[in-house]
C-alpha cells in the first residue's frame, strides 16, 4: 500500500487533507493510496524549536515506512517560499533518505477554497452565486470571507473544511492559487515516488 504521512497545523487539515490527497490521487489513476491520520503540531513550536521539529519528523518517517513526507503548514505573514524551502532543508537534513515536500499555503489553507469559490457556490450555506474573490490569496483572512458569506451562521474550520474541500473544482484551485498549484506539483511528485518503491 502506497503511504503518505502528513503533518499539519489545523483541526480542519486533519480531516480535509488526506481527502484532498485522495481525490487527486484518484484523478491521476493512483487507486491504492494510503493517508493515514495526520500528524498535528502547534504551528510555531514546530517550526522555532529544532528538538520538536526533529521530533515530528522522525515520527512521520517512522510511520510512512518507504512512503512520503509531507508538510502543510499555513504562511500566515511568512514568505511562502522562503519558508518551504527552509523547513525542506530541515526535513531532508533529518531525514535524507526519506522523500519529503514541504508546501506552505498562502496565507491559510482556506485561500486554496477561495481560489476554487465558484465550485463551493450552494453548499454549506454559501450563496448559490458565490464568486472567486480577484486574488483569492490576496485575502487576509479567507476563514472570515467564507463565514461572511454563510448564510445563518459562519465558517466552521472541523466541519466546513473537509466538506468544501469534497466538492472543490481542483483545477480552478490551480489556476487561482499559486501556492495550490505547488502542492498539486509536490502530491504528483509524491505519487511519482511512491509508485516507484511502492
Not at 4 to 18: K, R, S, T, W
Not at 73 to 98: K, Y
Not at 108 to 116: H, I, K, N, V
Request: net charge negative; charged share 25%.
Amino acid at each position: 500500500m502506497r503511504t503518505v504521512v502528513c503533518i499539519v497545523e489545523g483541526d480542519g487539515e486533519v480531516q480535509a487533507l488526506p481527502l484532498l490527497l485522495r481525490r487527486i490521487a484518484l484523478a491521476r489513476g493512483v487507486f491504492d493510496l494510503k493517508v493515514g491520520v495526520p500528524i498535528r503540531v502547534h504551528r510555531d513550536k514546530f517550526i522555532r524549536r529544532d528538538e520538536e521539529f526533529r521530533r515530528q519528523i522522525l515520527l512521520a518517517a517512522a510511520k510512512s515506512g518507504n512512503g512520503v513526507i509531507l508538510v502543510l503548514l499555513d504562511a500566515d505573514d511568512d514568505c511562502p517560499v522562503q519558508l518551504a524551502q527552509d523547513l525542506a532543508a530541515r526535513v531532508a537534513a533529518i531525514v535524507p533518505h526519506v522523500h519529503s515536500s514541504v508546501v506552505i499555503a498562502n496565507h491559510e489553507y482556506e485561500a486554496w477554497l477561495l481560489a476554487g469559490a465558484d465550485s463551493l457556490a450552494g453548499r454549506r450555506g454559501l450563496p448559490d452565486d458565490l464568486q472567486v474573490p480577484g486574488d483569492a490569496e490576496a485575502v487576509r483572512d479567507a476563514k472570515g470571507w467564507l463565514s461572511q458569506r454563510i448564510r445563518n451562521g459562519r465558517y466552521h474550520e472541523v466541519s466546513d473544511q473537509p466538506a468544501l474541500t469534497a466538492v472543490l473544482d481542483i483545477e480552478a484551485a490551480v489556476a487561482g492559487s499559486r501556492s495550490f498549484r505547488k502542492f498539486v506539483e509536490e502530491c504528483e511528485r509524491a505519487l511519482a515516488v511512491i509508485g516507484t518503491t511502492g
